[in-house]
């Protein structure tokens, strides 16, 4: 299909950051409906997560590949075949009738945003030159920032004012109507030259390693660490995690995660860093929802406007990380970031059964939410250093994958550790979350740690690497 020569900037970069806003969005919005569809469905108290986590453990095993394929198989090929499979798998959730169903809905969700994703940052940086690359990068990092943190809001709109299913359902319109507009205005590129192969293999077994792991954590509640169904997944993941180290050093020829960027020191402790900080973060949105909703009573809407305060401090620390990194350094606020996470995490820990938003929640969730935003620049900063700038693009999705990685097994863990003590009266919930937030609070000390070790060296990252050619049936006009 032609594409318009003169397809105008705005509308090119609005759908890429409306695809990227789809990606981001549903890795929190389940947040707040969780109360509603273990109601609806019947997931037990440590099966939930999996609405969660199944959605981050197949879009963090794949979102390298991902990247790749959108250079081998044509940049807006790959676009909408992401957004095709992300909306189909939204459409198979959201008429789920059972917990099974719903879980490989989501599942296959996960599979398309980390197709999706990937292309549309690579779109962004082919389709835009000059000086319209930089705004059109920073109107797709402020989407890809803030989408999040706003998927919790939307999340409690769309269940409090209408139902949970459009959480799901919300997405089969607007997928659809990204498909069309994306044959209109986005032109096809692929890069030219040597193109890069997919490691198929290494995203399979990271990705199912990391699924059985998560799994035999989970059953322990139910049949202890000594039980057959607990054992074999974990063993079984723990094989499948090391044949993939070995895979990545040995095998692949082009490995999804070059083991050599670990021997920069820099990069180990970043990406080190970023998984404990992931452990501890992510998991706590889960906790406060399931807090002021089954124990607050607060309806979804009003808990899913609880989080915007949070969101807002995260974007505050976030956008002020520059800035404070040129008069304080790099190292100071990797460091300082993950000790106001700890601070926020033990406050949470003390949670009542009749808490106080301002007290118990709002004051706690800002040191957290503005801890994080001030820790991920420097972090990302450092796990660039020391990298050619040609592998720059691959180093970072390392980074990206580090944090997915760190929120599923953090989640995995602290659900577990939860139901050993959640019951259903209001004291055993508190007893529950509380105990949660305790132990994530200690993710958060090992992402202090280990920040510890950050060289006072680390610094930028390294230049980005020239574009490549790019072959195109048209070139759209930046804004």
């Known amino acids: ?15 890429l950051c409306l695809g990227q806003l789809m990606v981001v969005l549903d890795v929190s919005i389940v947040n707040v409906a969780l109360p509603a569809i273990r109601a609806d469905l019947g997931f037990t108290e440590v099966g939930l997560q999996w609405v969660v986590n199944s959605y981050a453990l197949t879009y963090c095993g794949f979102l390298l590949l991902g990247g790749r394929a959108a250079d081998l198989f044509g940049r807006r090929r790959v676009f909408v075949a992401g957004l095709a499979l992300f909306t189909l798998a939204s459409l198979a959730g959201a008429v789920a009738q059972d917990p099974t169903v719903l879980v490989v809905a989501r599942s296959v969700q996960g599979l398309g945003g980390a197709i999706l994703s990937p292309a549309t940052l690579t779109l962004v940086t082919t389709i835009f030159t000059g000086a319209a690359r930089p705004r059109a990068m920073a109107a797709w990092t402020a989407v890809a920032g803030g989408g999040a943190a706003l998927g919790s809001v939307l999340g409690g709109v769309l269940t409090g004012l209408i139902d949970w299913r459009w959480i799901l359902w919300v997405n089969v319109p607007i997928g659809v109507l990204a498909i069309v507009a994306a044959y209109m205005v986005l032109p096809e590129s692929r890069a030219e030259g040597e193109r890069p192969r997919l490691d198929v293999l290494g995203s399979l077994l990271v990705t199912v390693g990391l699924i059985a792991l998560a799994y035999g954590i989970v059953n322990t509640t139910g049949e202890g660490w000594g039980a057959i169904g607990t054992l074999v997944p974990l063993i079984g993941g723990a094989v499948l995690l090391a044949w993939f180290l070995f895979h990545e050093e040995r095998v692949a020829r082009e490995p999804l995660m070059p083991l050599r960027f670990f021997r920069t020191r820099s990069v180990t402790v970043a990406n080190l860093t970023m998984f404990w900080l992931g452990c501890a973060v992510i998991a706590h949105f889960y906790f406060l929802s399931l807090y002021m909703q089954n124990v607050l009573h607060y309806g979804p809407l009003a808990a899913g406007l609880g989080f915007l305060p949070g969101a807002a ?8 990380g520059p800035a404070l990194m040129k008069r304080f350094g790099l190292r100071p606020l990797a460091i300082f970031g993950p000790v106001l996470v700890v601070a926020g995490l033990v406050w949470l820990s003390f949670i009542p059964v009749q808490g106080s938003f301002v007290t118990h929640l709002l004051v706690p969730m800002m040191l957290v939410t503005f801890g994080t935003g001030v820790a991920m620049m420097p972090i990302n900063f450092a796990a660039m250093t020391g990298i050619a700038p040609q592998e720059a693009g691959l180093a970072s999705g390392m980074i990206n994958t580090t944090r997915q990685v760190g929120g599923a097994v953090g989640l995995a863990v602290l659900a577990t550790i939860a139901a050993t003590r959640t019951g259903a009266s209001a004291q055993t919930m508190v007893d529950g979350y509380g105990l949660a937030f305790l132990i994530g609070g200690g993710f958060a000390v090992l992402a202090v740690l280990t920040s510890l070790a950050m060289p006072k060296t680390a610094g930028l990252p390294a230049a980005p690497p020239p574009q490549p050619a790019e072959s195109t049936d048209a070139s759209p006009s930046p804004a």
Do not use: D, H
């Open 1 to 15: 299909m032609s594409v318009p020569k003169q397809a105008p900037g705005w509308a090119v970069l609005t759908l």
């Open 313 to 320: 401090v995260m974007t505050i620390g976030a956008y002020s």
